[in-house]
């Protein structure tokens, strides 16, 4: 057998993913010796008409970064997806919407207003908010259009396998390639992490099973020995799938929820929210007060962001309904 063909594509995302693949280090010369990398824009010199150009199913893999927000990350989406044999989410922006998806409590009328028109850096007298065709003297200029609701890369095209994380480890980018390399890929629709919960592989030890106040990162100084959660840091460990090695915990943050919930969530928010309220007050106390329910709700200061980071776009809320 010849040379695979891999194609590397980024598209709604901060680019960390495309970093995750070069932290492969030495092992991305294995990756160059087996295949060839035919697309790769932040890389090489390969136009979107080349791969126009290239025979349907030609490229064995294209691992995908980046959430749906444009028309031109839908467009790439699609053109991939016909030309790959298969198509990997990668990072979690592809898999999940990713940090890009929290702007699904907004939409581009409202984010254009604020970023064009009212931050207090913007100087823009003419109110000037980007368009997606402008006529120049030397021709039509375009841009893509900016869609109001971000995408997970499964909820436009179908998808043959999830690699998670923000970004994911180099340990699962490597395992994943020696897989794809030695043929032996689990079933479709699979994603390329292990199935137990963080918490499974957090060296802190569990102890207690209340939590009586919620604290911020910068409110807390952690033992280095106790579960961050049971000192009082919203730590998704819970139902968050690991594979990171549990990164952020042994540098004493808590985790964040980047690898995706463990198979058998649907929504992980939603799931852990119905956690974290089972064990929030007093050990022994049976019921609060509704004034100590808001005391301690009142706590967590960025409910959304703090429980729907990276997955809003693939949770039963989806968005924010907006009035039109
Ligand atoms: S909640 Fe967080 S800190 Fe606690 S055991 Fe789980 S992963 Fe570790
Ligand atoms: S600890 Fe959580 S947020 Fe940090 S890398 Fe692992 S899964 Fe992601």
Redesign the pocket.
């Given at each position: 057998m010849g040379k695979f063909k891999f194609a590397f594509y980024w598209a709604a995302s901060c680019g960390g993913c495309e970093i995750a693949v070069l932290d492969t280090d030495e092992k991305i010369l294995d990756v160059v010796e087996k295949a060839d990398i035919v697309f790769w824009p932040v890389a090489i010199d390969v136009k979107k008409k080349n791969v126009e150009a290239f025979q349907d199913k030609s490229i064995d893999v294209c691992f995908f970064n980046g959430a749906i927000r444009t028309s031109e990350n839908e467009e790439m989406a699609h053109l991939l997806r016909k030309k790959s044999k298969v198509l990997v989410s990668f990072g979690a922006c592809a898999c999940f919407g990713g940090i890009p998806g929290l702007a699904n409590v907004s939409n581009r009328e409202e984010i254009f207003t604020l970023v064009y028109k009212e931050l207090p850096s913007v100087v823009n007298p003419g109110g000037v908010t980007p368009q997606t065709s402008y006529k120049a003297p030397e021709g039509e200029l375009t841009l893509p259009v900016i869609y109001d609701t971000v995408k997970a890369l499964h909820q436009v095209v179908d998808v043959d396998y999830f690699l998670p994380?923000?970004p994911p480890?180099p340990e699962l980018i490597t395992k994943a390639v020696t897989a794809i390399f030695e043929g032996n890929l689990p079933p479709k629709g699979s994603t390329l992490a292990p199935e137990k919960a963080?918490c499974e592989e957090c060296p802190l030890e569990i102890v207690e099973k209340k939590i009586p106040e919620v604290k911020r990162p910068y409110e807390v100084s952690p033992d280095g020995k106790r579960c961050l959660l049971e000192q009082g840091l919203i730590c998704?460990?819970i139902n968050?799938?690991?594979g990171?090695?549990?990164?952020?915990?042994k540098a004493n943050?808590p985790?964040?929820?980047?690898?995706g919930p463990t198979p058998e969530v649907s929504d992980q928010g939603a799931k852990l929210i119905s956690a974290i309220a089972s064990i929030l007050g007093v050990e022994g106390e049976e019921t609060k007060s509704d004034e100590e329910t808001a005391r301690l709700i009142s706590q967590i200061r960025d409910p959304l962001g703090t429980f729907y980071r990276y997955t809003l776009p693939v949770s039963l809320l989806k968005r924010k309904v907006m009035q039109k």
């Amino acid at each position: 057998m010849g040379k695979f063909k891999f194609a590397f594509y980024w598209a709604a995302s901060c680019g960390g993913c495309e970093i995750a693949v070069l932290d492969t280090d030495e092992k991305i010369l294995d990756v160059v010796e087996k295949a060839d990398i035919v697309f790769w824009p932040v890389a090489i010199d390969v136009k979107k008409k080349n791969v126009e150009a290239f025979q349907d199913k030609s490229i064995d893999v294209c691992f995908f970064n980046g959430a749906i927000r444009t028309s031109e990350n839908e467009e790439m989406a699609h053109l991939l997806r016909k030309k790959s044999k298969v198509l990997v989410s990668f990072g979690a922006c592809a898999c999940f919407g990713g940090i890009p998806g929290l702007a699904n409590v907004s939409n581009r009328e409202e984010i254009f207003t604020l970023v064009y028109k009212e931050l207090p850096s913007v100087v823009n007298p003419g109110g000037v908010t980007p368009q997606t065709s402008y006529k120049a003297p030397e021709g039509e200029l375009t841009l893509p259009v900016i869609y109001d609701t971000v995408k997970a890369l499964h909820q436009v095209v179908d998808v043959d396998y999830f690699l998670p994380g923000c970004p994911p480890t180099p340990e699962l980018i490597t395992k994943a390639v020696t897989a794809i390399f030695e043929g032996n890929l689990p079933p479709k629709g699979s994603t390329l992490a292990p199935e137990k919960a963080l918490c499974e592989e957090c060296p802190l030890e569990i102890v207690e099973k209340k939590i009586p106040e919620v604290k911020r990162p910068y409110e807390v100084s952690p033992d280095g020995k106790r579960c961050l959660l049971e000192q009082g840091l919203i730590c998704m460990g819970i139902n968050t799938r690991s594979g990171c090695g549990a990164q952020c915990i042994k540098a004493n943050m808590p985790c964040r929820g980047c690898m995706g919930p463990t198979p058998e969530v649907s929504d992980q928010g939603a799931k852990l929210i119905s956690a974290i309220a089972s064990i929030l007050g007093v050990e022994g106390e049976e019921t609060k007060s509704d004034e100590e329910t808001a005391r301690l709700i009142s706590q967590i200061r960025d409910p959304l962001g703090t429980f729907y980071r990276y997955t809003l776009p693939v949770s039963l809320l989806k968005r924010k309904v907006m009035q039109k």
